[in-house]
């Protein structure tokens, strides 16, 4: 308890020191009765006595309502206080009179920055959102203070994922990827936002967005941020080239033309041309030996494929590795199934033949 008193006095003291640094540099009122007030604040603020000088620069404010250095002085004293959402209206008004006020525009992303933080940190994720969003929609932000803009932005996307708003996500995170060099700059959250998209894009069932992002991440440089991901970006990449396959091979079985031999071999002729599957189910499990699923759809893929001989071990190791899954009834009973569909196989062969 000490330690917080002792904190929360040496962010007052920062904070007055600041105001009153901002009150003697900012333009003077028009009015007299003004000024009086601000130089009775002046004396309060010295004093420490928060509560007056507010109350002071609240009459400030009536006497003189477009005075914009009032409101961020209002503001500076209420974040003091912690009073943060008055804090922001006045940041703001201040900023609405006076566009250029760059000390207002300062402590204003300064307030917002280290309210997103709060917020993230209470897993307050929607109030996050909105003050990143206020920093995002600022003006020329990307110019003026291209630090809060980059990590605000990436925030942004991270949360917009969270919230399951994908394509509010994408437009994040490539507006993060557009900043220049950002490569050089932050390689490693560049890496990422490329993952992050390629997770988006998958999430909204387009692959063909979404493959490229996770390639260029799985191609590009890893280090202990980028690394942990990458078995989920084999995967993806593997799984959307999966999904487009199951499309392909549910219009050749609905089909009414063409007998049974001829739908499983152009299913197999499908399967095999898939040249994104195996290789990165493969890789998937290699990084990730736990990942079950990925050995669920390896085993499909060589099943589709007709080769039944890697199907079953991949559907042994599935059941091996996972003897407590909740699907431990169907990897056996589809085990089963790879048999009689490699036995039916040789059966209309062998009639096809004799024909």
Not at 168 to 174: E, L, R, W, Y
Not at 188 to 209: E, F, T, V, W
């Amino acid at each position: 308890m000490k330690r917080k008193m002792i904190i929360m006095a040496l962010c007052l003291g920062m904070g007055l020191a600041l105001t009153l640094g901002a009150v003697e540099k900012l333009s003077k009122p028009q009015s007299k009765d003004a000024l009086k007030k601000m130089e009775k604040a002046d004396k309060a603020l010295k004093n420490k006595d928060i509560d007056a000088a507010l109350a002071l620069y609240n009459e400030v404010i009536l006497l003189e309502p477009d005075y914009a250095p009032a409101y961020f002085t209002s503001a500076q004293l209420l974040r003091v206080k912690e009073v943060y959402d008055l804090a922001l209206a006045n940041y703001e008004k201040a900023l609405a009179i006076s566009p250029d006020f760059t000390l207002a525009l300062n402590e204003y992303i300064r307030t917002l920055m280290i309210l997103s933080r709060k917020a993230s940190e209470l897993n307050d994720l929607q109030k996050a959102g909105i003050y990143y969003e206020k920093i995002l929609n600022i003006k020329n932000i990307e110019a003026t203070h291209p630090q809060e803009f980059q990590h605000a932005v990436y925030q942004m996307g991270s949360l917009a994922y969270t919230q399951q708003d994908f394509n509010k996500s994408i437009a994040a995170f490539q507006r993060f990827l557009a900043i220049p060099e950002i490569e050089k700059k932050a390689l490693s959250h560049s890496a990422l936002a490329n993952y992050m998209l390629g997770i988006n894009y998958s999430r909204l069932a387009q692959p063909d967005k979404a493959n490229p992002y996770l390639e260029k991440f799985i191609s590009g440089p890893q280090d202990e941020m980028t690394t942990p991901w990458l078995p989920l970006s084999y995967y993806l990449l593997a799984n959307n080239n999966y999904l487009a396959l199951d499309k392909q091979i549910q219009l050749i079985r609905v089909e009414k033309t063409g007998d049974a031999l001829s739908k499983f071999n152009r299913i197999a002729d499908a399967a095999k041309a898939s040249t994104g599957i195996q290789p990165n189910f493969a890789r998937a499990i290699e990084l990730k030996p736990d990942f079950e699923d990925a050995y669920v759809l390896l085993g499909n893929y060589y099943f589709f494929c007709q080769d039944f001989d890697n199907a079953l071990k991949a559907y042994n190791d599935l059941i091996a590795k996972f003897p407590a899954s909740p699907e431990i009834a169907t990897y056996k009973s589809f085990l089963q199934s790879i048999d009689k569909q490699r036995e039916a196989m040789k059966t209309l062969k062998a009639k096809k033949k004799t024909k």
